[in-house]
């Protein structure tokens, strides 16, 4: 539960089903011409009474198609990295990795709308839900029962997006909130390479 939760930030969609609205607009005016993404992010875990059970930081490195990265500085180091065929988590402290197959691992997640191109109609359904709290909101509801999530919001600023929220099946809430955003700057592709470590353990995912 918890690799789906930090790979499916990912992020963003293409078309929709729903009515375009402001916050469809913005999505689509994002993603136009999106060839790399580099920005810090924050992400704050919420229990079923929306309190604040954690907070993480980090740097979010995307180069499309296929390869994404997230750098988990605080407060424990971990990376989550794709490379266009396996998703790798490394945890460093533990000395540990655990190979999952990307296709498998972004299945139903918005980190597969933005890396691999997919569009949103295959996996949710889209609602423009206006403006709340000066934000453009856009809800995702998975159309696959078996999804991992209830619900996905995504909130724009301008043409901007600002926020993520993940919604699973036991009532949690993990938040993302994106800020220092570079789009379609050179990023060294070697990021995106697992570089391995003789002497740490490394498990195979669940597929």
Not at 75 to 90: F, Y
Not at 112 to 141: M, P, T
Not at 195 to 201: A, E, L, P, R, V
Request: hydrophobic content about 40%; glycine content about 6%; proline content about 3%.
């Amino acid at each position: 539960m918890k690799f789906k939760i930090l790979v499916a930030a990912g992020l963003y969609l293409l078309h929709s089903l729903a009515i375009a609205g402001p916050a469809r607009d913005a999505l689509d005016n994002f993603m136009q011409g999106l060839s790399t993404l580099q920005a810090k992010f924050e992400q704050s875990v919420l229990d079923t009474e929306q309190a604040t059970t954690g907070q993480m930081h980090g740097l979010f490195l995307l180069e499309r198609p296929g390869h994404f990265r997230w750098d988990y500085v605080s407060p424990n180091k971990q990376v989550i990295l794709a490379d266009g065929r396996d998703v790798w988590v490394i945890e460093e402290e533990l000395k540990q990795v655990t190979r999952h197959y990307q296709d498998w691992a972004l299945k139903g997640t918005p980190a597969a709308f933005l890396a691999n191109e997919r569009s949103v109609d295959d996996d949710f359904e889209v609602v423009d839900i206006g403006e709340r709290r000066g934000l453009q909101w856009l809800e995702l509801i998975p159309r696959d029962k078996e999804s991992d999530f209830v619900r996905v919001l995504l909130a724009f600023e301008g043409n901007e997006l600002r926020l993520l929220e993940l919604y699973d099946n036991y009532g949690q809430i993990s938040r993302f909130r994106f800020f220092d955003v570079q789009r379609n700057v050179p990023i060294d592709p070697q990021l995106f390479v697992y570089q391995g470590h003789d002497d740490w353990d490394v498990l195979q995912g669940d597929r």
